[in-house]
């Protein structure tokens, strides 16, 4: 039996060091990944509230990366939801708030689970500080899982455990001809809080939170394969009935948290971005990337 299991993980530690390997040429050789210190990626958003509401906003993105310090900006012209600010230098992040002391369900979610940033995931390639070309800096754990069948198609998935410990469940697809990541999906579920009755426990609800970046539409930037198409998704389905119908639904609020637990509620956001210039070794001021 140890003689088996000694196999079975030889064989899914080289899957893995062969799918990255392969991943990594996917985007680009050795030399033209290492010669890029800095990226700046700008584009347009299409802002959509897919459930729990209703809004469309668009607006602009800016990504900005510098070794695994990050700086993401999604703005929308709404002053009861103006988008999202997330700012990491590579330990510390730091969310922007939607009103003075408050979050976003969104910002909150990354709030808490800020190795989506410090673990070098976010955003995918398009991120200096991208997990799988400094897999040696993050010490975290690669499964290789096989393929799966994700929105029709057929993907490689590797699960991804941070070096420190993780509540999340955090996957990786990439495409099984080009190797290219096409998607990374951060899963949460909490177990209801045991109340006073069994009646009171049959109506507790389980919450699920899901994150999901998507990438698409490949061009080639500097010698470099690089996707132009971003589509972020946070889905909560938890027993908490969210505030309002609108975009500001997305603030949090202490009635909210004080809602019915008997009744569960789906809110589905997303941002599609689409990015229009990508430019590389920007000289940037070091004031960007610090967190509060």
Known sequence: MLAMLSASLAKDELQVRDLVKHHLNSIGTDQARAAVKTRVAEGTVQFHILS???????GKQVFVSEDNKLVTLLKLPNPSYHGERFVSDGEKTTI??????????????????????TEGLWGGVLSTGWVLANLEDHHGKLHYEGLRRIGGRELHQ????????????ILLYFEPTTFRH???SYSLTIDPQLARSERENAQQQFSHYRLEEQFSDFKDTDKLSLPGRWVIQFTIDNPINPVGRDAGAWGNSATARQANLAVAQTSVIEFRITETSISHNVQLDPRNFETK
Do not use: C, Q, W
């Not at 729990?52 to 668009?58: F, H, L, M, R, V």
């Not at 979050?103 to 689970?113: A, P, R, T």
């Open 182 to 184: 096409v998607m990374t």
């Open 96 to 117: 922007g708030y939607v009103t003075p002391g408050n979050y976003s369900n969104f910002g909150e979610f990354v709030h808490v689970h800020d190795e989506i940033f």
């Open 52 to 58: 729990g509401g209703s809004g469309n906003e668009d």
């Open 158 to 169: 590797l699960r991804y455990e941070p070096a420190k410990r993780s509540d999340l469940e």
